[in-house]
């Protein structure tokens, strides 16, 4: 049986203080052993939520497909089963930086783990192997391509194994955003190895991603567990476009200056282009996307891993394998492809559960790029038109007049109430009858031809003698002009409502026309209520207020603390999170512990944790104390 003593990722262990009334009951006698692996190993007094029922239900031989929010704890409901059942937990996982760090993390903090992949020298691999097969290890991370191979499963074959942990379960989606073919062929552990228990683990899946999962991974007798979507700790903000570098720079410079965080952009010029546009203005940024080469990507996430304060700018391509917790913000310069897409990208953000925003810039020619996408793909119809159902729900999160919160849990099957923690619910949104406005712009839309995009739109009720307007003849329409009482602004928000009720879509080339919905507004029928455009001034407020730090006193005290995290993380060669994270430098600020003893009792400091760093941290308190007297 494996040692008790040991620590598992800071990704998925529960940094923030938890909630007595999120905690599970007192555990049954059989759980007794996971609680003191819990406590002395990960350094938490209690199971959160679902994660005793999990381990519990592993630890007794059952499969499970596992639903937890990012930050919410699922690596525990493996790791713990796998100290505790004979052998070695075997971990499928879809990128080899994700691997590498957990990996790192569980080996600095003397956990014996492994894994796999094209990194490792041959040498290396076999030493690995060797591990395996004489029982050395408690983890081992492999990529499901190394997985499907015969050899290897001839080798798990001789070996004993724990359990099989699959992360990032929804990669076997084929309508997913982070598809990998490899994972619909992971059924083959039921196959080869039907008395070992299975976990499949995701933080990202809606009912249909749900059934696939079941099916393609041959969970049928698998018990689900689905904790809460919520992030609260997670700020939501859409800002309606408006010179969307210049906005972000606003955003980060009033609520995030010196912070980390991730911008989003749809494509690899955008990156760069912000990125450059960033760095000019003083902001550590650096860019990240399939086309700079591996060493540059490498280099390049390693400094945004183990750095303080880079934001990094990237493509979708970058995330999946990040782990570190303290990314204070995400934001979005592009319309992502779905709200799964979405609520996985912005997870990424607070994963210590301090305070962290979500913002995202958003206009009607995304909803068009978005579009053409989708119609250009080479996908199979059917797919073609889950896509377009997913963006649809993605373009009535961004238009809800309603808590952003509620929107985006009910999509997963959540109810809620209004969170009070989204632009939604601090500002308010205040409307007008827009009847007469929707029809004046319908009505261009319909005289016009109904083939050309927002912009042009917009020139003809403004009255605007464009170019291409007076090419098309279309000064000479009854609707030129007609529109002179709205801005510009509130008619392209005008419009991305009409398309988010379901009154206008969009063709293949980005021009918009009427649906049959419609025509009870047309006809006089019906009345339509709209948003005004508005600058959201308390959109997106400063969500630092928890850590932020009220005396020079404690401020002194908190730099010193990160200083000694700084030193230790240099000389262990690991990031500073890896030492402890933010939440855990925090109690000590507000606890002050003035012995070992004491510092064992703050959330996140385990056996390992306190022999290996409970001293240095106890004596920049009791130095600074002595310096204060």
């Known amino acids: 049986m494996a040692g008790p003593s040991r620590v598992g990722t800071p990704d998925d262990a529960p940094f923030s203080l938890p909630d007595p009334a999120m905690n599970s009951p007192e555990p049954a006698e059989a759980l007794e052993p996971a609680l003191r692996v819990l406590r002395h190993t990960f350094g938490y007094p209690s199971f959160r939520g679902e994660q005793a029922a999990v381990v519990e239900h592993v630890l007794g031989g059952g499969d499970a497909l596992v639903l937890m929010p990012t930050g919410g704890g699922k690596s525990l409901c493996f790791q713990i089963p796998a100290l505790l059942r004979e052998g070695c937990a075997i971990v499928v996982s879809p990128l080899i930086a994700l691997m590498q760090d957990q990996v790192q993390s569980l080996r600095q903090l003397g956990l014996r783990a492994a894994f796999l992949n094209s990194t490792l020298t041959q040498e290396e691999a076999f030493e690995v192997e060797r591990k395996l097969r004489q029982d050395e290890l408690d983890l081992l991370y492999v990529a499901p391509e190394r997985l499907l191979t015969g050899r290897f499963q001839a080798m798990l074959e001789q070996v004993r194994i724990a359990l099989f942990a699959i992360d990032e379960a929804h990669c076997v989606s084929q309508w997913g955003h982070d598809f990998r073919p490899e994972y619909i062929q992971l059924s083959v552990l039921h196959e080869r190895f039907p008395g070992i228990p299975r976990i499949a683990l995701t933080a990202t899946a809606d009912a249909s991603t749900r059934a696939e999962i079941v099916e393609r991974l041959a969970l049928q007798e698998a018990r689900i567990f689905i904790a809460s979507f919520d992030r609260p700790n997670i700020r939501y903000t859409v800002v309606e476009k408006d010179n969307p570098r210049k906005q972000l720079l606003k955003f980060i410079r009033t609520h995030h200056d010196g912070d980390a965080g991730i911008v989003y952009c749809l494509s690899r010029k955008r990156v760069e282009e912000t990125a450059n546009f960033l760095r000019t203005e003083g902001i550590q940024a650096l860019p990240y996307h399939a086309g700079l080469g591996p060493d540059v990507r490498a280099e390049n996430q390693d400094r945004f891993v183990r750095g303080d304060g880079i934001v990094m700018v990237a493509t979708v391509a970058f995330g999946m394998g990040i782990d570190k917790p303290d990314v204070r913000f995400v934001a979005h310069l592009d319309l992502p492809k779905s709200l799964e897409a979405y609520y996985q990208e912005t997870g990424r953000a607070g994963r210590d559960g301090l305070p962290s925003n979500a913002w995202m810039a958003y206009g009607l020619q995304d909803l068009v790029m978005q579009r053409e996408m989708i119609e250009q793909s080479q ?22 007049p309603a808590c952003r919160r509620e929107v985006l849990l009910r999509y997963f099957g959540e109810e809620s109430t209004p969170c009070g923690n989204c632009d939604m619910c601090l500002s308010p949104p205040d409307t007008f009858d827009a009847t007469d406005p929707a029809r004046q712009v319908l009505s261009a839309i319909y005289r016009s031809g109904q083939r050309y995009g927002a912009a042009h739109i917009i020139d003809i009720v403004l009255g605007k003698a464009t170019a291409k307007i007076t090419e098309r003849g279309h000064e000479k329409l009854s609707t030129f002009g007609i529109g002179k009482a709205l801005s510009s602004p509130q008619w392209g928000s005008l419009l991305r409502q009409l398309v988010a009720q379901g009154m206008l879509g969009v063709n293949e080339f980005g021009g918009l026309m009427l649906l049959d919905t419609c025509r009870p507004l047309l006809r006089g029928e019906t009345s339509f209520a709209a948003r ?98």
């Not at 000590?588 to 400091?605: F, N, W």
């Open 379 to 400: 996908a199979p119809e059917e797919i073609k038109r889950i896509e377009r159902r997913k963006l649809d729900s993605l373009l009535g999160y961004c238009e809800a």
């Open 532 to 629: 005004r455009v508005r600058e959201a001034t308390r959109a997106a407020a400063s969500v630092r207020r928890e850590i932020e730090i009220a005396s020079d006193e404690a401020r002194a005290l908190w730099a010193a603390l990160r200083q000694c995290r700084r030193d230790l993380a240099e000389e262990q060669n690991v990031p500073a999170y890896m030492i402890f994270g933010d939440a855990t430098l925090k109690q000590m600020l507000d606890v002050r512990p003035t012995s070992l003893e004491a510092m064992h009792e703050l959330h996140g400091v385990g056996d390992r944790k306190l022999d290996a760093y409970g001293m240095p941290f106890l004596q920049v308190i009791l130095q600074h104390q002595k310096n204060q007297n």
